[in-house]
């Protein structure tokens, strides 16, 4: 039996331009500590390779630090390691690769493919038949020879390529990096070990994405995942084990109130989340004064616990109780603006944005004067 483990998509050097400068660290920090886990992977569940399938590294430009960083997190596995180019990290003519090469960073037992060439290794006995990009975009299926490349009778045949698979997009795309359905079957090959897609799928029997290892986005693909193939000898079934690999949680969350319930169940879902999440939540609907602070206090107070969480709550429209208003003790003028933003929260314009700003500031002054003077 060969056991191999089938990664991809690691996007070292990725940027976070998005997040605070700390979060956007320590998401960066999380890829490199992931390639050490995956080696850790390797070693324990005694796999005969590892194939990384494209997109090791996010961009060409990456630090010469960050390329020997990335080939130093492999010690963890003395076994061979094989892997190509994806559309990020493509094997042009200077490359990262041609950098890594110079910079004698790539360790021994790590074969990087350059060419379309099999690779046969002896232990484990297998033909491995690469697709490295070799350039970032391509509109032609770079696997289609695979069919035509002789290899040992009695070896299996994995193949191992970077793409998108034609037929599983939504209608109309124009796919780049095309890879066409049914070509396990078509190369007779055991496995294809596809990288591109950042979720971890199936697409047939004998073809899988790994997805990338550590989840980079809020799409809730099933990302943040290895896969153990196990493969009992040529012609067999592969026997395919997601596991899970990634450090970070990332949720996106939509959160409508229309009840005091909703608050409370928003509040307890915030109170759930703890370091290994990153957040994006939307808050719409409407809530009191009392909801609008107890919901201000738990973001604030998850803010702190997680590693982000980015709070949009502009849909949500203050709707003060008229308990509320008598509490504030705003007669008179102030009772005049506060009814006047009530009335401009109405709709989806800046100006409505403003209003629900205004008023959530001008009622937490006034909450916290009467507090004081109660004092």
Not at 38 to 50: G, W
Not at 61 to 88: C, E, Q, S
Not at 269 to 278: K, Q, T, W
């Amino acid at each position: 039996m060969i056991k191999l483990l089938h990664t991809a998509d690691w996007q070292i050097g990725k940027l976070f331009g998005q997040f605070e400068a700390d979060d956007a660290s320590a998401l960066a920090e999380a890829r490199i500590a992931t390639v050490e886990d995956l080696a850790r992977l390797a070693t324990e569940e005694q796999v005969d390779l590892v194939l990384v399938a494209g997109d090791v590294f996010d961009a060409q430009g990456v630090a010469d630090k960050t390329v020997r960083r990335l080939f130093n997190a492999l010690a963890g596995y003395r076994g061979p390691w094989v892997m190509i180019p994806g559309n990020h990290d493509a094997g042009l003519a200077e490359s990262v690769w041609t950098r890594a090469a110079r910079l004698q960073a790539i360790p021994a037992n790590v074969t990087v493919c350059l060419s379309p060439a099999p690779v046969q290794l002896a232990n484990p006995p297998l033909a491995i038949l690469p697709a490295p990009l070799t350039q970032r975009i391509t509109y032609t299926d770079l696997t289609e020879g695979f069919a035509a490349l002789e290899t040992p009778a009695g070896l299996p045949r994995i193949g191992l390529a970077h793409g998108s698979v034609q037929g599983l997009l939504a209608d109309g795309i124009d796919s780049t990096n095309p890879v066409a359905a049914g070509r396990a079957a078509q190369a007779r090959l055991d496995y294809l070990a596809l990288g591109d897609w950042h979720g971890t799928r199936q697409v047939d029997e004998r073809c899988w994405y790994a997805g990338t290892p550590e989840t980079d986005n809020f799409k809730g693909n099933d990302s943040g995942n290895a896969l153990l193939v196990e493969l009992d000898g040529p012609g067999a079934l592969p026997r395919v084990t997601p596991v899970a690999t990634g450090r970070y949680r990332w949720h996106d969350r939509t959160s409508e109130l229309l009840v005091g319930s909703d608050t409370d169940r928003l509040v307890e879902e915030l109170a759930g989340f703890g370091p290994r999440d990153v957040i994006q939540l939307s808050v719409t609907g409407h809530t009191d004064l009392a909801g609008h602070r107890r919901i201000q206090h738990a973001i604030g107070a998850t803010g702190g616990r997680v590693r982000s969480l980015a709070a949009d709550l502009s849909a949500l429209r203050l709707a003060p109780t008229d308990e509320d208003i008598a509490a504030l003790q705003a007669d008179g003028y102030l009772g005049a603006v506060i009814d006047e933003l009530r009335q401009g929260q109405e709709g989806n314009d800046a100006a409505a944005g403003v209003a629900r700003d205004a008023l959530a500031l001008l009622a937490g002054l006034l909450d916290e004067l009467r507090g004081s003077e109660a004092r």
